[in-house]
């Protein structure tokens, strides 16, 4: 087993009436790389999201075809094709999709093909990533007046080994 099983941790609430800010979503994550996937999964099952990953696009539709989450995470670049097309098919329906890449020139492909947002890898802020999945998702937790909506980017030399 290359990666030992995670320690029990108690989740915490992190708004009010002792509920996570994702509680209940249902969220799928469709991207080749581990350590996006296994960043991913650190953020967002700690913010109360349940997750279902999909490491191509044929396991995304055989996937999609049996269970319909709340929100799909899309990488753009895929082992078996391109993002976009799955993103079209999914936003031609009107379901919420996040396109995501690690190239910045992604995010004009992304939304051309109807997602309804995206954020650059790395990822830059954990806060930031829950509080745009719960706006698309829910419309709470809009972005305050005068705060910076797009997510910092990360470190650009955590890539180097994805």
């Given at each position: 087993?290359?990666?030992?099983?995670?320690?029990?941790?108690?989740?915490?609430?992190?708004?009010?009436?002792?509920?996570?800010?994702?509680?209940?979503?249902?969220?799928?994550?469709?991207?080749?790389?581990?350590?996006?996937?296994?960043?991913?999964?650190?953020?967002?099952?700690?913010?109360?999201?349940?997750?279902?990953?999909?490491?191509?696009?044929?396991?995304?539709?055989?996937?999609?075809?049996?269970?319909?989450?709340?929100?799909?995470?899309?990488?753009?670049?895929?082992?078996?094709?391109?993002?976009?097309?799955?993103?079209?098919?999914?936003?031609?329906?009107?379901?919420?999709?996040?396109?995501?890449?690690?190239?910045?020139?992604?995010?004009?492909?992304?939304?051309?093909?109807?997602?309804?947002?995206?954020?650059?890898k790395p990822l830059?802020?954990?806060?930031?990533?829950?509080?745009?999945?719960?706006?698309?998702?829910?419309?709470?937790?809009?972005?305050?007046?005068?705060?910076?909506?797009?997510?910092?980017?990360?470190?650009?030399?955590?890539?180097?080994?994805?």
């Amino acid at each position: 087993m290359p990666f030992p099983p995670e320690p029990m941790v108690t989740q915490i609430p992190l708004h009010g009436a002792g509920r996570l800010p994702l509680h209940g979503l249902s969220i799928l994550i469709v991207d080749d790389s581990r350590f996006t996937c296994d960043a991913l999964r650190l953020i967002l099952q700690r913010a109360g999201a349940r997750l279902r990953r999909a490491e191509s696009l044929e396991i995304a539709r055989l996937h999609l075809a049996f269970r319909r989450p709340d929100l799909a995470i899309i990488d753009l670049g895929l082992p078996d094709g391109r993002g976009e097309d799955l993103i079209a098919e999914l936003a031609s329906d009107g379901f919420p999709v996040l396109g995501l890449s690690g190239d910045p020139d992604g995010r004009a492909a992304a939304l051309d093909a109807g997602a309804t947002a995206f954020v650059e890898k790395p990822l830059g802020s954990a806060a930031g990533l829950v509080r745009l999945i719960r706006q698309l998702v829910t419309g709470a937790g809009a972005v305050e007046k005068g705060e910076d909506p797009s997510l910092p980017v990360g470190d650009p030399m955590a890539l180097r080994d994805d």
